[in-house]
């Protein structure tokens, strides 16, 4: 018997009742793990009903005592740490230790949440306009407010949305990836054990219905997504058509130049880990190296095959693994057509990952990491997000050409650079036209306390998430213009008030 997943509504795990489901797999396996229910747009309605009802005494609390509640959630994590881990590993297919910094990741934003009383101040002048009158501002929640999230960080980017959307008063209504919809689930049971009254969260799983249910209710203020760029496109346009707030994070194609005076070695390491951990999974991956001159590329492609070569993909529990299976069996043809496409188009292939079988788990959906050489612009394997286990060097003459790559680029998530010249890597950090900048750094994943967002096609809408932003994304200001007269038997005015 296949297990039964669950949505998470009032305060509990309650059955779907629209008769249809999805399989959830296990990666490692490729065996069914569990089935998933998919929201009909009632169950949707009706839940936003009970979140939009446990809003308005969570929303009048104080901030404090809802900064505790999030606290005694992280306390609850740490306790569950294994289980979450075992739990995101078994859907998702990544290692534990990374399954592990996918929770962390997310913890880290809780952690930032816990302002709250701090981050909801407003602004207040006195004696602005005229004597007697002082103007100040408050930040108030929305109402109820939606994350929609993708399976590739199934902790950490819906505790990202969760924990500002909370701790700013909001009820929120997520609909996780229903791929690996486990985590958010023990996370929503999680949060109930720490005090979260009933209603205020509500987990639906379900896929495109669910997710237009909740673009299309009007009791729904405002919607972070975070996916492919083609949905974000369309939940931006459609939330916009529906009158809400939205923030649409969308895929990538991320560049890493290497300069000529790069330590060779530091750069091929950061390229390996930033390109192929969690099967290049990630919205942060490296998918482009462009190293600077004929001398530097050479160099970098042999370091870069000697590493590729020794990688160890193995099943989640393999501790010795780099990096574990893709989602899907789907997601492993995808990747395998776009290897096909890139030998066709003429780039070079000096890694060949295709047809791995890991032994034991012969099923499962793995694929090898690839590397290809000698990629150019015109090709579909520099302008797709491939989102697999494969490395394009795209090589170019001189700096301002290898900045022009990632600036021209219709993605614009993150960009790295590796040189020990401080003066290219600032004139790189100004000019580059990409919305999060590494130096040194392969992934450039700002920490909780800053924002993370993409540009062009990697991100639709205002605000980042997490940091300042996503407090801002999800409340809004009022402004009080307040007098307390001792004038006021002098008269009305009916000349408008001004500076003079
Ligand atoms: P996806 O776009 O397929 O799914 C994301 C969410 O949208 C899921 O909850 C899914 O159920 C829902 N969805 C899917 N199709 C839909 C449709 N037609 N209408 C309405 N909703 C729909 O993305 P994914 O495969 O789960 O995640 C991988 C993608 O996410 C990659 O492109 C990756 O780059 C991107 N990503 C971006 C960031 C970022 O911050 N920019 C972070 C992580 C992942």
Known sequence: MVRELSHFVDGELRAGTSGEFSDVFNPSTGEIAARVPLASHSEVAAAISTAEEAQHEWGALNPQRRA???????????????????????????????????????????????????????????????????????????????????????????????????????????????????????????????GLPDGVLQVLNGDKRAVDAILTDKRVQAVGFVGSTPIARYIYETAAANGKRAQCFGGAKNHMIVMPDADLDQAADALVGAGYGSAGERCMAISVAVPVGKATADALAAKLTERVKQLRVGDTHDERADYGPLITRDAVDRVTHYIEAGVEEGASLLVDGRGLTVEGFEEGFYLGPSLFDYVTTDMSVYRDEVFGPVLFIARAATYEEALRLPSEHDYGNGVSIFTRDGDTARDFAARVNVGMVGVNVPIPVPIAYHTFGGWKESGFGDLNQHGPDSFRFYTKTKTVTSRWPSGIKEGASFVIPTMQ
């Open 68 to 194: 505790r509640v999030l606290m005694r959630f992280l306390r609850l994590i740490e306790r569950d740490i294994d289980e979450l881990a075992e739990m995101l590993s078994r859907e998702h297919g990544k290692t534990l230790a990374d399954s592990k910094g996918d929770v962390q990741r997310g913890v880290e934003v809780i952690e930032f949440a816990l302002g709250a009383p701090h981050l909801l101040k407003g602004e207040y002048s006195t004696n602005a306009g005229s004597d007697g009158i002082d103007v100040y501002s408050m930040r108030q929640p929305l109402g109820v407010v939606a994350g929609i999230t993708p399976f590739n960080f199934p902790a950490m980017i819906p505790l990202w949305k969760m924990g500002p959307a909370l701790a700013a008063g909001n009820a929120f209504i997520l609909k996780p990836s229903e791929r690996d919809p486990s985590v958010p689930l023990h996370l929503a049971q999680l949060l109930t054990e720490a």
